[in-house]
């Protein structure tokens, strides 16, 4: 019991065949763009769909359950397909689709991820690996087979990390090391595209409303009773607090705002931090500050104060041109 209730206090704190719709897309006018999102059924995902689809560009929006779909589906500019980004063959029939519709891709936004992790000493190793299958391996298989597609459109990538792929603490290695792999991905995926003139972007969010945490507990419970346990009454007021904090969060506007620089504007940024208050910001920043010094500290090449202020006001300048 000690052991699930420590999951059910990490998850808290935790961050962060296919069903068509005909869609015929007003290729004359070059301003309407498709969009692939994954994991659009809830949260982050749902909000920029929406907020995509209502300004009248088309969203093909990947979720996995029937009646997501059907929810998507109802939506006007939005094509509900199915597609689990664990699952190469529902990859492939996305691809095939958008072949077939012949809409063509302008954008790829890797949204789909999941919380999770634990102690690394007491956590089974089959919880990180879900994790890492979903967020990294995930982005990985999806990137790949629709690059073809955003480098014919000289389009845009835009992937989901958090500012956990700047920090982390204790209990959480698994998810922030998911989202520290996405930052070097980013790094790494800009560089080759460069040549294909194809924009990569990420957007950290902070704590923003969204499903994550409530199906992080959730995914834990259904662990515990598929292996014969029993949700208490304490776990299931344990996931109450849990919904409840979620949804005190502020609502993502923010965060699709970001995505819509991202993939609209003339000049994208590499990153987005999107915190909902200054508190968040000053961590994420100031973690990032603490890791420049540490890199600093060893080493008879280490610089000098004076020197690091000046590497400072160089890329700063060379961000304002």
């Known amino acids: 019991m000690k052991h699930i209730s420590s999951i059910v206090l990490l998850v808290f ?9 005909a869609y015929a897309q007003d290729k ?13 059924s ?7 769909a929406e907020t995509l689809a209502s300004s009248g560009h088309h969203v093909y929006a990947g979720a996995r359950k029937q009646a997501d779909l059907d929810a998507l589906n109802a939506i006007d500019n939005i094509t509900a397909v199915k597609l689990d980004v664990t699952k190469q063959d529902e990859i492939d029939a996305v691809v095939a689709l958008i072949e077939q519709k012949g809409t063509g891709l302008y954008a790829l936004v890797n949204n789909a991820g999941i919380g999770g992790g634990g102690p690394v000493a007491t956590t089974p190793i089959e919880d990180q690996r879900l994790v890492y299958d979903i967020n990294v391996e995930g982005v990985y298989r999806v990137t790949k087979a629709f690059a073809p ?43 080759e595209m460069a040549e294909h003139n194809v924009m990569i972007s990420v957007i950290e969010p902070g704590n923003y409303q969204s499903y994550i945490r409530r199906s992080s507990v ?3 419970y259904a662990k515990i009773e598929a292996a014969g346990g029993e949700i208490t009454p304490e776990m299931q007021q344990a996931y109450e607090n849990t919904a409840s904090y979620e949804l005190s969060l502020k609502q993502p506007d923010d965060v699709s705002a ?23 910001q000053a961590w994420t920043i100031g973690s990032k500050i603490q890791q420049l010094v540490e890199l600093n500290q060893w080493g008879p090449h280490s610089y000098t104060r004076d020197q690091l202020v000046e590497m400072l006001d160089a890329s700063l300048a060379e961000k304002a041109k």
Not at 28 to 40: E, F, W, Y
Not at 153 to 169: K, L, N, P, Y
Not at 258 to 280: G, S
Request: charged share 20%; net charge neutral.
């Open 13 to 21: 704190i935790t961050f962060t065949f296919y069903a068509p719709l």
């Open 28 to 40: 004359a006018d070059p301003q309407v763009k498709s969009v692939l999102i994954t994991g659009a």
């Open 42 to 48: 809830t949260g982050l995902g749902r909000h920029l």
């Open 149 to 191: 597609m955003i480098i014919e459109s000289e389009g845009r990538i835009s992937t989901t990390g958090s500012i956990a792929g700047t920090i982390t603490r204790a209990g959480m290695a698994t998810y922030s090391g998911s989202k520290h792999w996405i930052e070097a991905f980013t790094d790494a995926l800009a560089a």
């Open 218 to 220: 959730l995914r834990a």
């Open 258 to 280: 970001a995505f819509v620089h991202a993939l609209f504007d003339e000049k994208p940024l590499r990153r987005y931090v999107v915190t909902p208050n200054q508190e968040e």
